[in-house]
T-cell receptor
Framework: EPEVTQTPSHQVTQMGQEVILRCVPI?????FYWYRQILGQKVEFLVS????????KSEIFDDQFSVERPDGSNFTLKIRSTKLEDSAMYFC??????????????FGPGTRLTVT | SQQGEEDPQALSIQEGENATMNCSYK?????LQWYRQNSGRGLVHLIL?????REKHSGRLRVTLDTSKKSSSLLITASRAADTASYFC??????????FGAGTRLTVKP
């Protein structure tokens, strides 16, 4: 069964460093998402992406964050200058269809980001 | 922004019992989905119910949706120890983002 994959599974970085989290969505999916979950808290929406541009973003997704689909398979989340509070589990998801229809988002296993 | 809110926050039951978790939300939705998360792992989609549906079944899962009360419930029948996980509801409206609740942590004791 096709699945969303994410790398790395765990990333440790120092405050102020840039990190890139990588995701490979399911191949025929057109909509891509990033979520984060701070330890013990709820899953929070960050951004959705369709047709090579951001569809929606939350208030969390500030100028420090960016997303890119550099090729036909990868979907990346970049944090330019990490802060301690960026430590969280980051989930990528993809869906075949999006707004206006019932759709299922498939989630990857997540990348645990630890900022020291 | 709308968000699903689950209750109870934590639920502990014996194997074989039924588990009921509730979710409330604030604004109109297109659909509501329930996800499961094992500790420290990714989210697994369980079931999706559209705003024009009232009840849906999938195996031991039964989901209801009451749009007048802006609430949904997830029932797991004949629970097993392997059902131990956190369960989240997620709602979406007219944009592409889903909003998750804080989750219910279910413990099923063998």
């Amino acid at each position: 069964e096709p699945e969303v994959t994410q790398t790395p599974s765990h990333q440790v970085t120092q405050m102020g460093q840039e990190v890139i989290l990588r995701c490979v969505p399911i191949s025929n999916h057109l909509y891509f998402y990033w979520y984060r979950q701070i330890l013990g808290q709820k899953v929070e929406f960050l951004v959705s992406f369709y047709n090579n541009e951001i569809s929606e973003k939350s208030e969390i997704f500030d100028d420090q964050f960016s997303v890119e689909r550099p090729d036909g398979s990868n979907f990346t989340l970049k944090i330019r200058s990490t802060k301690l509070e960026d430590s969280a589990m980051y989930f990528c998801a993809s869906s075949e269809i999006g707004t206006g229809a019932a759709y299922e988002q498939y989630f990857g296993p997540g990348t645990r980001l630890t900022v020291t | 922004s709308q968000q699903g809110e689950e209750d109870p926050q934590a639920l502990s039951i014996q194997e074989g019992e039924n588990a009921t978790m509730n979710c409330s939300y604030k604004t109109s939705i297109n659909n509501l989905q329930w996800y499961r998360q094992n500790s420290g792992r990714g989210l697994v989609h369980l079931i999706l119910i559209r705003s024009n549906e009232r009840e849906k079944h999938s195996g031991r899962l039964r989901v209801t949706l009451d749009t007048s009360k802006k609430s949904s419930s997830l029932l797991i029948t004949a629970s097993r120890a392997a059902d131990t996980a956190s369960y989240f509801c997620a709602t979406d409206a007219d944009n592409n983002d889903m909003r998750f609740g804080a989750g219910t942590r279910l413990t099923v004791k063998p």
